[in-house]
T-cell receptor
Framework: AQSVTQLGSHVSVSEGALVLLRCNYS??????LFWYVQYPNQGLQLLLK??????LVKGINGFEAEFKKSETSFHLTKPSAHMSDAAEYFC????????????FGGGTRVLVKP | DTAVSQTPKYLVTQMGNDKSIKCEQN?????MYWYKQDSKKFLKIMFS???????INETVPNRFSPKSPDKAHLNLHINSLELGDSAVYFC??????????FGPGTRLTVL
């Protein structure tokens, strides 16, 4: 069974600093990969997705992620953190033959310090 | 206009009761989902319906029964509620296997 691991359940960054959230997947075949953001007391919003086109994917709010097959990783970055980036971030995978079933990582909470 | 809506937003009830959570989407999507998010924020799919037909049914107690009266609605009925059912339940929808859009969630507390 495929799985996805997010390293670090909490990340604290200073405003203006780089945001780096780590995601690794286990799958013999590269799956589709997603990053979602969840603001407090809200549902999930799609930040970006990888579906086997370009390995560097740009998303909303200045976020981007790079698919690295050799490392089975799909880390999320943002060059300069903003206070509004404080939220919970989820990496998710979808196996190509599994319908539209998303398997989520455990989530990483981002705290932005002024 | 809300794309995926859920009612109620909060639900507090006693053990043993039966309750329902409603979900509606106005996106014209053909597939709807229910996810459960536990107290540690772990998210797991429960069910998926495509054109009113059940296509994903994870290992969920049979006390949970999804009902899809039409493509725009997927309700979740829970019988004999237990303490462990306390969680946030999210509804989502998609057009075929495209991006899933999530509702705001329903926080269920079982006392």
């Amino acid at each position: 069974a495929q799985s996805v691991t997010q390293l670090g359940s909490h990340v604290s960054v200073s405003e203006g600093a780089l945001v780096l959230l780590r995601c690794n997947y286990s799958s013999s075949v590269p799956p589709y990969l997603f990053w979602y953001v969840q603001y407090p007391n809200q549902g999930l919003q799609l930040l970006l997705k990888y579906t086997s086109a370009a390995t560097l994917v740009k998303g909303i709010n200045g976020f981007e992620a790079e698919f690295k097959k050799s490392e089975t990783s799909f880390h999320l970055t943002k060059p300069s953190a903003h206070m509004s980036d404080a939220a919970e971030y989820f990496c998710a995978v979808r196996r190509r033959a599994a319908g539209n079933k998303l398997t989520f990582g455990g989530g990483t909470r981002v705290l932005v310090k002024p | 206009d809300t794309a995926v809506s859920q009612t109620p937003k909060y639900l507090v009830t006693q053990m043993g009761n039966d309750k329902s959570i409603k979900c509606e989407q106005n996106l014209g999507h053909d597939t709807m989902y229910w996810y459960k998010q536990d107290s540690k924020k772990f998210l797991k799919i429960m069910f998926s319906y495509n054109n009113k037909e059940l296509i994903i049914n994870e290992t969920v107690p049979n006390r949970f029964s999804p009902k899809s009266p039409d493509k725009a609605h997927l309700n979740l009925h829970i019988n004999s509620l237990e303490l462990g059912d306390s969680a946030v339940y999210f509804c989502a929808s998609s057009q075929e296997m495209n991006e899933q859009f999530f509702g705001p969630g329903t926080r269920l507390t079982v006392l």
